[in-house]
């Protein structure tokens, strides 16, 4: 089994930086893509940004933009979102999520293993 553990959550002022990271451990697997979800309260859970494990190829919310950034370090397992210039809209619950097999990075069912989520909240 895999577990994907998020961090970094938290209370920030609008235009403030936070960043994301996600550890994966248990059993050996390679993913094919690494992705970063939310779900704001009263809304259905959407995609933020992903990252194809074998090109490093990256795919954004056109909400996000300009403004956010995935990255990975394979050696320590960690995908990581660089969220900058926060706004009160971007306030949700933050997931990341492990895909083993090929798929659409911008999917929820291309997916196989999900984090518990972390929250952010961004004050006006």
């Given amino acids: 089994q895999v ?16 960043r994301l990271s996600c ?13 970063w979800f939310r779900r704001a309260p009263g ?4 995609f933020v940004a992903g990252i194809r494990s074998s090109s490093g190829n990256t795919y954004y919310a056109d909400s996000v ?5 995935i990255s990975r370090d ?3 397992n960690t995908v990581y979102l660089q969220m900058n210039s926060l706004k009160p809209e971007d306030t949700a619950v933050y997931y ?8 659409s990075v911008y999917s929820s069912p291309s997916y196989d293993y999900w984090g518990q989520g972390t929250q952010v909240t961004v004050s006006s």
Avoid at 3 to 11: D, I, M, R
Avoid at 27 to 35: D, H, P, Q, V, Y
Avoid at 43 to 46: Q, V
């Fill in 23 to 35: 550890v994966a451990s248990g059993r050996t697997f390679s993913s094919n893509a690494m992705g």
């Fill in 96 to 103: 990341c999520a492990a895909a083993v097999w090929s798929g």
């Fill in 43 to 46: 809304k259905e859970r959407e």
């Fill in 74 to 76: 394979n050696a320590k």
């Fill in 3 to 18: 577990q994907l553990v998020e961090s970094g959550g938290g209370l920030v002022q609008a235009g403030g930086s936070l």
């Fill in 65 to 69: 933009k300009g403004r956010f950034t």
